[in-house]
């Protein structure tokens, strides 16, 4: 989750939402990686979904919100099972998991019963811990349309992740032709965990890294943590972040972005 940004004047009655065309959208990065949205989710719980194409196996970093099922969006890109890595318990990355056979993610997150969430932002920043900034509103509903006819929001709960395999630091993922290492990077939350492909010099950070305001003070996080993990990232030969949400970004601006965090909380 990122600290929301968009603002509201008033408080006139939430209108009826209307049903999306698609929920999600799907970008190519390239060859093998792709990068799904959910358009209509809110900036703070917007997060990236990666699909990467592997000879042997594909890989899935993170699952979305579960507002609307991820599967049978994508049958060309979910052609075979795919090696699912969850990089941690918050609802944004953790939403879809249910619909994938072989889920992974670490011991420390609560993925068998997680808090239910919402997508009411009052009952969502409650859940998880956060007081909303006093100069920036955000919306009472966390999503600006409907997946289909008749959903209701407000039933919303997240459901839990059928883990089939923990992660921990130094494990490898192996797509045949990439080979991903698992490095546990707890701050944001305790099993927090990134995955490194060395020979790519990429990283797909979850929310351990992203370029925006990093939430270090919701239930679970860590900052003692969070400093030693930055410590980590700012010396990883890194070229390009696939972050979990916004934009990817190069090396230069991963260690921006962690000198800053230790500067301001060591
Ligand atoms: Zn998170």
Redesign the pocket.
């Known amino acids: 989750?990122t600290l929301p940004h968009v603002t509201r004047a008033g408080s006139t009655p939430a209108p009826k939402l209307p049903v999306a065309d698609h929920w999600f959208t799907v970008t190519a990065v390239d060859n093998a990686i792709t990068v799904i949205h959910e358009p209509h989710v809110h900036p703070f719980l917007q997060a990236n979904i990666w699909h990467i194409r592997g000879r042997q196996r594909d890989l899935l970093v993170d699952a979305g919100l579960g507002v609307a099922p991820l599967r049978p969006a994508f049958p060309h890109l979910f052609t075979d099972e795919p090696i699912l890595v969850i990089t941690?318990g918050?609802l944004?990355?953790m939403g879809g998991a249910h619909e994938f056979a072989d889920c992974r993610a670490h011991q420390a997150e609560n993925l068998q019963t997680p808090p239910p969430g919402a997508l009411a932002s009052a009952a969502l920043f409650d859940e998880l811990g956060m007081t909303e900034p006093d100069d920036e509103e955000v919306p009472e509903l966390l999503i600006s349309a409907i997946p289909y006819e008749h959903y209701d929001p407000e039933t919303y709960r997240l459901r839990p992740a059928p883990v089939s395999r923990y992660l921990t630091d130094g494990d490898t993922i192996d797509l045949g032709d990439r080979q991903l290492t698992v490095l546990h990077l707890p701050g944001?939350?305790p099993g927090s965990i990134a995955l490194y492909d060395a020979r790519t010099q990429t990283l797909f950070s979850?929310?351990v890294v992203y370029d925006d305001q990093l939430?270090d003070d919701i239930h679970g996080a860590d900052q003692e943590a969070y400093v030693a993990t930055m410590a980590r990232l700012r010396d990883l030969p890194v070229t390009v972040v696939h972050p979990?949400h916004g934009p990817s970004f190069d090396g230069t601006r991963l260690r921006e972005i962690a000198d800053a965090y230790i500067a301001a909380r060591a």
Request: charge should be negative; glycine fraction near 18%; proline fraction near 0%.
């Open positions: 989750m941690h918050h944004d990355h944001h939350s979850g929310d939430l979990g």
